[in-house]
């Protein structure tokens, strides 16, 4: 079965600086990974995904994430915080052996932007 | 309409009271998916829907949570004998799946909050 574990409930960053946020995933085949924001007060809407080829990947608002296959993570980052990046952020996965449809979801990372 | 469209939006209900949410897909989406977001505890898969059929119900926290879909389109999550655990937002997404271009993204409705007294 798989899983997601996302380290570290909430994390806070000064504005400018590098925001990193983990995910490491559990699955017997690699699968499709997604990171999700959650604006206060908003639904979820999608930041970016993998799916196959490039490793490293660009969403929107500068956000990036590497799949690494070896590590099993994908590890969301942007190299300067904006105080419009406070939100909560999911990492989700889902399973290849069912086409992509079933999407489990981790715990979530509050982000804090501090001034 | 454009989106995935939730209701009621909010609903109060008495410990025991059975609560039906309504889910209405983005039209052509084959895919569609109900989450449970408690505070502190992330998304929580409930069930997903292909078509009309429920490949797999694992997430349903117990017998008294039952969720059915028709025509391919509007699906509704049923609780019986509300408990206050059942506390709550439920969120409802739909999707076109890998083949459907979208590599798979989840297009979340603004969800049901569901309090149970």
């Known amino acids: 079965a798989q899983s997601v574990t996302q380290l570290g409930s909430h994390v806070s960053v000064s504005e400018g600086a590098l925001v990193l946020l983990r995910c490491n995933y559990s699955s017997s085949v690699p699968p499709y990974l997604f990171w999700y924001v959650q604006y206060p007060n908003q639904g979820l809407q999608l930041l970016l995904k993998y799916t196959t080829g490039a490793t490293l990947v660009k969403g929107i608002n500068g956000f990036e994430a590497e799949f690494k296959k070896s590590e099993t993570s994908f590890h969301l980052t942007k190299p300067s915080a904006h105080m419009s990046d406070a939100a909560e952020y999911f990492c989700a996965v889902s399973d290849r052996n069912t086409g992509g449809f079933k999407t489990i979801f981790g715990a979530g990372t509050r982000l804090f932007v501090k001034a | 309409g454009a989106g995935v469209s939730q209701s009621p939006s909010n609903k109060v209900t008495e410990k025991g009271k059975d609560v039906e949410l309504r889910c209405d897909p983005i039209?052509?989406?084959?895919?569609l998916y109900w989450y449970r977001q408690s505070l502190g505890q992330g998304l929580e898969f409930l069930i997903y829907?292909?078509?009309?059929?429920?490949?797999?119900k694992s997430g349903l926290p117990s017998d008294r949570f039952s969720a059915e879909r028709t025509g391919g389109s509007v699906s509704t999550l049923t609780i019986q004998r509300t408990q206050q655990e059942d506390s709550a937002v439920y969120l409802c997404a739909s999707s076109l799946g890998l083949a459907g271009g979208h590599g798979g993204e989840l297009f979340f409705g603004e969800g049901s909050r569901l309090t149970v007294l």
């Open positions: 039209s052509g989406h084959t895919a």
């Open positions: 829907f292909q078509g009309n059929s429920a490949p797999d």
